[in-house]
């Protein structure tokens, strides 16, 4: 086990730095800089806040020098906020952000086994098709478009919760409704095939032949076996709600790192856009790397024992 | 056919398939008895209802089926009247099942320990670790090696015949009166299959359970079953000792199904088959459903349905041939070679035991 999780851990560093990399020249790629639109300043001062932030020097340099800095914990100065190191700056906000992306995925996914399982075990009622519907709204509803409409139904039609603003819990309900809908539908309706799936095999027949109750089939054969495949869906499911919460964040003005990375593109503020892409992809790899742990917890044949056989 | 030794009387047992395009008349009037201690088999070929009849006397169904009459007697109990909780409690304590494939029949992800312990801990309440210390027991019992580290593994670490072992194990931890098995070594090794059917043998004398034992191949029957019953398109056409039905077939089908079992001296370079296929169970030929497909039929097999004709106590074959009034046949060259052994056994066994009483039954029968 923990040869195999050094081996992952270097994959991982492996990955971040492929991933700096690529985003580093990307992003010198868009148009303009981060003093694009400052009129008030005079060419020569523009010149020395560029050799200032080392802007003047060529893209191969600058980028050895982001990656010294970074190597030692160093991820620079955000260009958008005077003396605001990105390291400070990302932490402060990255605490509301996973708040809501782990609601998110914690209501959607539990409701989501919920609704497929049921689905599965009523197959083919109300129930069923209910569930079915369920989960092709949720897929097909972007997030964005749901939050607005649940900001103007829920939050400005009934008054039941505030929007566009950030304080207590209350707060994170409709951004945890937005994101939690493409989880739901996806494990629902994973969950539903599977136990379907599951219904229909040999091995549960023999779990009824043994006499054991209808609940009993369920709660001890199937739900194991329908539910470890959908630990496969968790990492696409964590990346959606990654990416959903840029748009969410900004939506209901969450001062999270999504909202951030969409301020930090449009003002070419290089050092808060690579701390970011740094962020993302690091909890991309760790989701993925629980996930692959996960799976051999639950799931004997491919366990993980470490042994060289 | 009634009798005080049996323990399951199935009494005109209908079941139908509700479908889109209408019933499929999946069980059409079977009745049989399995008695006490006996390996009765239940012989034809796929579709013939074989399994839907088992599936009907454990309680489980598709949820389309419909019993539209008939009796199951257990225990002088109707199963077809128990409540689905009734029922939960008869499966895997009074009847158990040992299923096709040992591959697919075990839980994946639960130690197979757990698995043969789950119906002790179901039905007679016992805590896990006593049930664990049982289940030990059972896997010594049907031959698995190395039981005590081996009970934590999961199934896929085993064979596939010594995951039929375990399933078998799983059948006979509550020593049940019945045990059902639904063609138990089709998906085995033909070496394993051997294993397994002497394995079940021996539990049968050890437990004293009864066994009804549904197969295709009549060469397992031969060796296991005291008597069969050949099914065929939802009925049962003839059954009868094991000897009887082997030795002296008397339905048709039954002689075209050994006709097209291969022997050490069959003879000609092709096997015979049986033409044609099983008819449609939406909608069920009138008279015999076998005349389609059968070189013996009179013109009465597509009109009236055969009753059973008695050919001994024992004996019973649903075919117009066996009617008084039937045209005398000759069964296929196979069948008759049959007769001529059985005879020939007849007259040995006879001799052997009551010297003096001639012999004149067994000589007409030819």
Redesign the interface.
């Known amino acids: 086990m923990a040869k195999y999780l050094a081996k992952r851990i270097f994959y991982l560093i492996l990955t971040l730095f492929i991933v700096i990399t690529v985003t580093f020249f990307l992003m010198k790629l868009l148009p303009g800089t981060p003093l694009t639109n400052q009129a008030k300043l005079s060419k020569s001062q523009i010149a020395l806040i560029y050799e200032q932030y080392g802007l003047d020097k060529p893209v191969w340099q600058q980028y050895l020098l982001y990656l010294a800095g970074a190597v030692r914990g160093n991820f620079g100065t955000s260009f958008q906020f005077s003396d605001q190191p990105v390291s400070y700056l990302l932490s402060s906000r990255i605490g509301p952000s996973l708040q809501i992306g782990l609601q998110a995925m914690i209501f959607g996914v539990i409701l989501g086994i919920i609704v497929g399982a049921f689905g599965a075990m009523k197959q083919n009622t109300w129930v069923d098709t209910t569930a079915t519907i369920v989960s092709i709204l949720g897929i097909s509803i972007p997030s964005f478009v749901l939050a607005v409409l649940l900001q103007y139904y829920l939050g400005l039609k009934l008054g039941w919760f505030p929007i566009a603003e950030w304080g207590g819990f209350i707060y994170t309900v409709l951004p945890t409704l937005a994101l939690g809908a493409t989880p739901l539908a996806e494990s629902a309706r994973f969950v539903r095939t599977e136990m379907v799936d599951v219904l229909s095999?040999?091995?549960i027949?023999?779990?009824?032949?043994?006499?054991?109750?209808?609940t009993?089939v369920i709660y001890?054969?199937a739900l194991?076996?329908s539910l470890?495949p959908l630990i496969t869906i968790v990492g696409p499911l964590a990346v959606n709600i990654m990416t959903g919460s840029m748009v969410v964040e900004n939506i209901f003005s969450i001062p999270g790192i999504g909202e951030q990375f969409v301020k930090s593109v449009l003002t070419n503020d290089y050092p808060t856009i690579m701390g970011l892409t740094i962020i993302y992809s690091f909890m991309l790899c760790v989701v993925l790397l629980i996930t692959d742990i996960l799976y051999g917890i639950?799931?004997?044949?491919i366990r993980i024992t470490g042994k060289a056989n | 056919m009634e009798n005080e030794k049996d323990i399951l009387e199935v009494r005109n047992l209908q079941v139908n398939f509700k479908t889109y395009a209408g019933d499929v008349k999946a069980i059409r009037n079977v009745s049989f008895d399995l008695r006490k201690g006996e390996t009765l088999a239940i012989v034809g070929e796929s579709g013939s209802g074989k399994s839907v009849t088992t599936r009907t006397i454990?309680g489980?169904n598709a949820r389309n089926a419909d019993i539209t009459s008939g009796s199951i007697m257990y225990k002088d109990q109707d199963l077809l009247k128990k409540t689905?909780?009734e029922m939960?409690?008869?499966?895997?304590?009074d009847i158990?099942?040992i299923?096709?494939?040992p591959m697919?029949?075990?839980?994946?992800?639960?130690r197979i320990g757990k698995q043969i312990a789950?119906?002790l801990m179901?039905?007679k309440g016992m805590k896990k670790e006593k049930a664990l210390a049982q289940a030990l027991e059972m896997m010594k019992l049907v031959g698995i090696t190395d039981a005590e580290n081996r009970i934590n593994d999961?199934p896929?670490q085993f064979s596939g015949g010594m995951r039929q072992r375990i399933?078998i194990a799983?059948?006979l931890i509550n020593y049940p009166e019945i045990l059902i098995a639904d063609e138990p070594t089709t998906a085995l090794d033909v070496t394993i299959q051997a294993q397994i059917l002497n394995l079940m043998k021996e539990l049968q004398d050890k437990i004293s359970t009864s066994i009804i034992f549904i197969t295709h191949d009549l060469g397992v029957v031969a060796g296991m079953a005291d008597r069969v019953a050949v099914m065929y398109a939802g009925k049962i056409v003839e059954y009868g000792t094991v000897d009887e039905i082997f030795y002296n077939p008397k339905h048709p089908y039954t002689w075209g199904l050994l006709s097209s079992m291969p022997t050490l001296d069959s003879s000609g370079d092709e096997l015979p088959s049986i033409p044609g296929t099983p008819p449609d169970l939406l909608d069920p030929p009138a008279g015999d459903a076998f005349a389609a497909r059968n070189a013996y039929a009179l013109k009465i097999d597509t009109e009236q349905e055969p009753p059973f004709f008695k050919v001994s106590d024992t004996h019973y074959a649903a075919t117009w041939l066996l009617h008084p009034d039937a045209p005398k046949v000759t069964p296929p060259e196979q069948i008759v070679a049959r007769q001529k052994k059985y005879a020939a056994m007849q007259k040995d066994l006879v001799a052997k035991q009551r010297p003096s009483v001639p012999v004149e039954e067994q000589e007409e029968q030819q």
């Open positions: 095999s040999d091995y027949e023999l779990a009824k032949a043994k006499g054991l109750s209808r009993g001890h054969h194991r076996n470890i639950v799931d004997p044949r | 454990m489980l689905d909780q939960e409690s008869i499966r895997g304590q158990a099942e299923f096709q494939d697919t029949s075990l839980d994946p992800t639960m789950e119906p179901v039905h999961y896929h399933v799983i059948a």
